[in-house]
């Protein structure tokens, strides 16, 4: 820890728009009205995206679904809800009332209408008239409103992106915000298109298409609406890696960068901390506050001052992007460079997993044979997995009785015995990291790199050589 | 067993489950926690090598009748064993968890949920071949070795029948434990399913005597010998011969059957294996004032495992150290004290009363648990079946006697273990006598 006392300041300047920190609500169910984000805000989030407003909805009942792993609920959620389904009248008039009552919080309002100049320009002015500090365009909504012509709809076609966030911007005097949807083949297309139309700045991503699940009793995908169900938007901590993806696809390109909201399974400030680094200038977060509540924000503040402290960052700016430069193309990788799995057998508590990994998953270079004899080389010389659990099966076992086993029954050890401490063979390990993950125990396989003493090669490198007639 | 039935509620309030049984969604999320171990250290240490994470994973994923079917193709007695297995020094004290220092998993608790659910759906035993076959098997005993071999040859076609003394079947499974670990109604249940295989149960019939061993040998082609441990041994002091003495394993019995359902003073009970601890524990709570185990060595020479030691002190048993019992008072009225002398161990371990030490426990009630001796009288009977310190010799893989038409395991065997023991040994030989008479048949 560094010797702060005053915490960083988490203050940030968005696309010009000012929020006390990068938490925002998404525009979702935690920001129906102006009742929760008033308290949201007391919470401390720094900024509020509204839930879409325009044309008003119906919405089904039910309308979410999730799946729960391991013992964890909600790994993933899916909602099949629609825009705000409250007439536009009052949620203007609370934005209003919300931004008088808070004026440091960013309050975005999220927007969304039929594909026409004029109903955009009515919208965008009556937003601006309310009080918003920026507006965000939702051309990602996957479901309901995609069949009418809007939401995805406009989000999968670069020219529609274009048009609208052209249109919008005729009207508009607040930074304009295009939200990208997933639900595409390259990212990147849409967000060069909303670039192209002006927009100041972008938020990635919007749900995911999906189906979580199906009823194996009924054989009704859920949420169930009256015995039928349809595609949802998939959010949470299970779609994190793909919208961090995105956001560093978007990033990296200079036709499509622009200020970027991160969104997608962000629950805590080491969520944060990631979207931040690829790029993010504010982060955005729905499915961890509809588990656990507003409350959320007070340890994602907490956390991501004490990280900024203990690293040195005065600001989000002093670290904002610094992985991009560390993402690169698979063509640009040291093809020279080398890891080996090192198991710490002090650590091992011998349950194999590393073991079954590397053979059913993996490339067989780790084996069970510490006490039968290292026997390095090609798979064939070595016990099968299969053979092995039919040893043990055929061993004869008995519960050990003190009075009838007195020189073999000791007091317990826990220690792994060595037979069971498995052995990776250096030679044929690949460095894949496979057994590492699937480790239990913390710190016990490690990656140790292994110097190869040669030059670094990436494959570009190595087939331009060939091009150029040397070997390969 | 109807008026068993109705006896049980009085002594179900008093022996409730000691592991009570797992909610569904705590089952779960105890499954999930296993690892799923490689060639797992819980499978090793179970005698019958149950799949130990096979079954968890399936209950982890909603598949209860696969967990069941799982459990019991490595161990027939799967639901009893779940209850009465010591799982601390077996699967739960091998878990990897303990590496870890986290809990291990709850193996036995995890296991019964699967059994019960399969008894609650109405599982039945699944057969291992549609033929049957002529061979005839007779199992001396229904106990768990019995029972195991049974169901091994059962289901794979061949004609078993049983023999057992006692009404009811399942031997010390049924008789013999804590009913606060497996409740005797339990024990039947899982039985019922072997009867239904088509196993022949005999009841009331005692080898050796009425009937000949050489009737048996003219009438089946093999024959396994479960016949377990006999009587406890004798006290052997002055007064042993009180009506209020009794042995630790009829105690348990009789309370088990209904026979018992209170008990009245203060309880000594000699010895400190498992068995006394149990029976102990039972006095008890059938409502003794106090219940002492003499024992006449020290704490670390007890034969009990440790966890059962924990639990006497937990349910008030008092333990006196290095005391001998050396005669049972009576007046008219019957037991008024036991007398005892002070142990010490001298030099190279030799237990000697130190003199003068004589005291008086005053109790109305004893309990011997200090061990059982073999059935040597009827062993002795098995034609050419060889013996060694009381045990009947076989071939440890097999089962198979010096006779080789004589199978055996369990007690009888082994000197005295665990239900999963007898069931690993029971399992072993029907499928060693299975393989014989295939032999035999081709």
Known sequence: MSNYIVKPDLAVTFAGIKSPNPFWLASAPPTNTGEQIMRAFDAGWGGAVWKTMGAQVTNTSSRYSSINWNGQRMMGFSNIELISDRPLDINLRELAEVKKRYPKQALIASLMVESTREAWHTVVQQAEDAGADGLELNFGCPHGMSERGMGSAVGQVPEYTEMITAWVKEKATTPVIVKLTPNISDIRVIAQAAKRGGADALAAINTINSITGIDLDTFIPQPNVDGRSTHGGYSGPAVKPIALNMVQQVMSDPESMLPISGIGGVATWKDAAEYILLGSGTVQVCTAVMHYGYRIVEDMIDGLQ???????????????????????????????????????????????????????????????????????????????????????RNTITVTPIPKLDAASVTTPSYATPLARIPRVDETECVGCNLCSLVCPVDDCITMVEVKTHLPSETWEERTAECLTGKSC | MQELLQQKPEIAAIFADLHPPFQAQAAVIEADRCLNCFDAPCTGACPTHIDVPRFIKKIASGNLHGAALGILDANILGASCARACPVEVLCEGACVMHGLNQQPI????????????????????????????????????????????????????FQVTIFDKHPLPGGLNTYGIAEYKLPLLDSLREIELIKELGVDFRFGV???????????????????????????????????????????????????????????????????????????????????????????RTRKHISAFDFEYRQALQEGIRFLWLTQLMAIRASSEGITSVECARMEIGSGGLLRPIEDSTFHLECSMVVSAIGQSPMLELLAQCRDVQLQQGRVVVDRATGQTTNPKYFAGGDCVNGGREVVDAVADGKRAGAAIARLLEVAYV
């Open chain 2, 106 to 157: 709850e193996i036995g608790r995890l296991q019964r949920f699967a059994m019960d659910d399969f008894h609650a759906q109405g599982g039945r035993l699944p057969r291992k071949s549609y033929e049957n076959r002529p061979e005839k098997i007779a199992c001396i005993g229904a106990g768990p070795a019995s029972l195991a071999a049974a169901a091994e040859l059962k289901q794979r076609g």
């Open chain 2, 206 to 296: 005692e080898i050796g005597t009425k009937t000949s061993l050489a009737k048996l040998e003219a009438e089946f082609d093999i024959i396994f010998i479960g016949v377990g441990l006999g009587a406890m041994h004798k006290l052997a002091v002055t007064g042993d011969q009180q009506p209020r003495v009794t042995e630790a394993l009829q105690l348990i019995e009789d309370y088990k059957t209904g026979k018992t359902t209170h008990i009245e003073g203060k309880v000594v009970v000699v010895g400190a294996g498992n068995t006394a601890i149990d029976a102990a524990n039972a006095a008890k709570r059938l409502g003794a004032k106090e219940v002492s185990i003499l024992y006449r």
């Open chain 1, 306 to 392: 004490n990280w900024m402290c203990e690293k040195g960052f005065q600001s989000i700016e002093d670290f904002r992007g610094l992985s991009l430069p560390k993402v690169t193309e698979w063509k640009d990788l040291n093809l020279n460079y080398k890891v080996v799995a090192h198991i710490d057998e002090a650590k091992c508590i011998g349950c194999g997993l590393c073991y079954t990994a590397c053979w059913d998953g993996a490339h067989q270079c780790i084996h069970v044979d510490r006490v039968s004899g290292p026997i390095d080389g090609p798979v064939e010389l070595h016990l099968k997995p299969s053979e092995i659990e039919a040893a043990s």
